[in-house]
Every structure is written in structure tokens, then in C-alpha cells.
């Protein structure tokens, strides 16, 4: 039923479009949207288009930023010979929330999964390895302990193995299956500090 004219439907269902919105929520963000002042929807309107058109891959690490190097590979006094290497953009933040991680991060992008037909060139392993050319002490794989983050771990492992680099992963005790980013600083940390060499 077309309750309020087409352009108030649009709205609901684009908001609809996007994950974790489920149409309640949609209709109450159109409802927000629509009775703020008009600078303010042209401010939110104008950060996404923004966002999407600058943000790009950091050339060094692959996480998400509008700079050529994000700002955890440009800080100098973080330890760039050690390489976290995580699933997702959230994941690093998650990482970083602790503030106790000095090392450096690489993004895969996803996980390998033989049954949704992921296989390793399909996330940003090949920059990795590339990365292992530099001067790199250890590679911490971070994926999550899901099926896809643990056959991911164990790929990367093997791969890494022969270089002589050390190879470690974060100490089980997240959750399995869990996402990292739902997870508290505490058990992140207690996850990374018991991290046991492969
Ligand atoms: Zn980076």
C-alpha cells in the first residue's frame, strides 16, 4: 500500500537495502531523515558519496582509507616487522581498541572458503606475501575461528613456513564462529599475548 507517494517509499526501501536494517528500522530512519533540517541531509548525503569515491586500499596494509598509506603504517614508532593479519577492516579496529597492539596489521578481505567458492586469490594474500619480502620478525594470523578463518590460518601458515618468518596464531578462547569485533578488548589481548607459534 502506497501510503505516502512513491519518493518517501524510495527512501524506506534503499534504507531497507542495508545490512541490519530490517524495514521497522527503515521506516523509522526515513521518518529521522526527512524531518531534519536540510544542510544536515546533504552533510550525511555528501560523507557517503565522499567516502565511497576516496576511500581506497592502503597500498602497504589493504585496510580501508583515503590516504596512498593508512595511519598505522605511517606511525613510525609502531613495529612494522610484525604483522597482524586479520579478516576485516572492523577486525583491525577491534585490534586497535585494545591500544596495546604495537605491531602493524594486514587485511585479507575475507577467508578462504571452499564452499562459498573463495579460494586464496580471491583475498589480498598475494600482497602479503609480497609484504614478507621486507624486513618482517613474525606474522600473527588473526583471522576469526570460524571454519573459513581457521582453513585461512592454516593456508597462510603453510605458505609462510618455508620464508623462516616466525608464524603465529592468536590463542583460542574467542569464541568459535565469533566475529572479532564483537569481542571485548580484555579477551582480545589475553587472545593476542597467548598467541602459540605454528
Ligand atoms: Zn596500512
Do not use: W
Amino acid at each position: 500500500m502506497n501510503l505516502y507517494g512513491g519518493q518517501v517509499n524510495k527512501l524506506i526501501e534503499e534504507l531497507e537495502s542495508l545490512p541490519g536494517i530490517g524495514s521497522k528500522s527503515a521506516q523509522r530512519l526515513a521518518f529521522h531523515l526527512i524531518g531534519l533540517p536540510e544542510e544536515k541531509v546533504n552533510r550525511i548525503a555528501n560523507s557517503m558519496i565522499e567516502a565511497r569515491k576516496n576511500v581506497r586500499y592502503c597500498s602497504c596494509c589493504c585496510t580501508l582509507t583515503d590516504k596512498e598509506i593508512c595511519p598505522v603504517c605511517a606511525n613510525k614508532s609502531r613495529d612494522q616487522g610484525t604483522i597482524m593479519v586479520v579478516e576485516s577492516p572492523r577486525d583491525l579496529a577491534a585490534y586497535e581498541k585494545t591500544g596495546r597492539y604495537e605491531g602493524v596489521y594486514h587485511v585479507l578481505h575475507g577467508a578462504i572458503s571452499p564452499m562459498m567458492g573463495i579460494g586464496p586469490g580471491d583475498i589480498k594474500l598475494k600482497e602479503l606475501i609480497t609484504r614478507l619480502e621486507g624486513d618482517v620478525n613474525e606474522v600473527i594470523i588473526a583471522t576469526n575461528s570460524s571454519l573459513e578463518g581457521e582453513t585461512t590460518a592454516m593456508y597462510i601458515s603453510k605458505l609462510i613456513k618455508p620464508t623462516g618468518i616466525k608464524v603465529s596464531r592468536i590463542a583460542s578462547g574467542v569464541p568459535v564462529g565469533g566475529d572479532l569485533e564483537y569481542i571485548d578488548e580484555v579477551t582480545l589481548f589475553r587472545a593476542l599475548e597467548g598467541r602459540v607459534v605454528l
